[in-house]
T-cell receptor, first 114, second 110 residues
Framework: DAGITQSPRHKVTETGTPVTLRCHQT?????MYWYRQDPGHGLRLIHY???????DKGEVSDGYSVSRSKTEDFLLTLESATSSQTSVYFC?????????????FGPGTRLTVL | EDQVTQSPEALRLQEGESSSLNCSYT??????LFWYRQDPGKGPEFLFT???AGEEKEKERLKATLTKKESFLHITAPKPEDSATYLC???????????FGTGTSLTVIP
């Protein structure tokens, strides 16, 4: 299994509070991604990073920010959580060996915003 | 706009009953088409990458094929342990984003 972990695995929070999710990898891969998965929508890209301090927006980036200060860590922040951000969040990584095509996913974080 | 549609949404098979899952896609220049397997409560697990029409990949009871408009995941003589949701995704050659379909939930009955 690819060395990728997410924390926390479960979180319940209230509307308006800030939330930070962490993704940690031990593979030294350059690319890291944050997705959300909702019934009827499949996996949707929130933000991705192509190197330390290099990030870009995905198709559902509104209300989310990211930071990557080290190769191994990619943080996703909800500045002021809303109920529409209740979802399962997955982090993924990809490496040069596959041309950054093969993504390896973490175990996910289930976030509930009340 | 890049788009992926998977069908059927759900499929129930008897053990040993072969079938196919469909992934139709529109993309502005295909860089790759990907199949993943996802078990309940877990992250997707990579299965295959297909790059060009006519390409095929196999792994155990699974075989993925690709045309210019769709991909099929053929499951031969499935077993209960093949039960999972199968996801299809595409990546265009104009960006770094992956677009996923909503998946096919496969149940194989003993």
């Amino acid at each position: 299994d690819a060395g990728i972990t997410q924390s926390p695995r479960h979180k319940v929070t209230e509307t308006g509070t800030p939330v930070t999710l962490r993704c940690h990898q031990t593979e030294n891969h350059r690319y890291m991604y944050w997705y959300r998965q909702d019934p009827g929508h499949g996996l949707r890209l929130i933000h991705y990073s192509y190197g330390v301090k290099d990030t870009d927006k995905g198709e559902v980036s509104d209300g989310y920010s990211v930071s990557r200060s080290k190769t191994e860590d990619f943080l996703l922040t909800l500045e002021s959580a809303t109920s529409s951000q209740t979802s399962v969040y997955f982090c993924a990584i990809s490496g040069m060996a596959s041309g950054h095509n093969e993504q390896f996913f973490g175990p996910g974080t289930r976030l509930t915003v009340l | 706009e890049d788009q992926v549609t998977q069908s059927p949404e759900a499929l129930r098979l008897q053990e040993g009953e072969s079938s196919s899952l469909n992934c139709s896609y529109t993309v502005s220049g295909l860089r790759g088409l990907f199949w993943y397997r996802q078990d309940p409560g877990k992250g997707p697990e990579f299965l295959f990458t297909l790059y060009s029409a006519g390409e095929e990949k196999e792994k155990e009871r699974l075989k993925a094929t690709l045309t210019k408009k769709e991909s099929f995941l053929h499951i031969t003589a499935p077993k209960p342990e093949d039960s999972a949701t199968y996801l299809c995704a595409v990546r265009s050659n104009t960006g770094n984003q992956f677009y996923f379909g909503t998946g096919t939930s496969l149940t194989v009955i003993p």
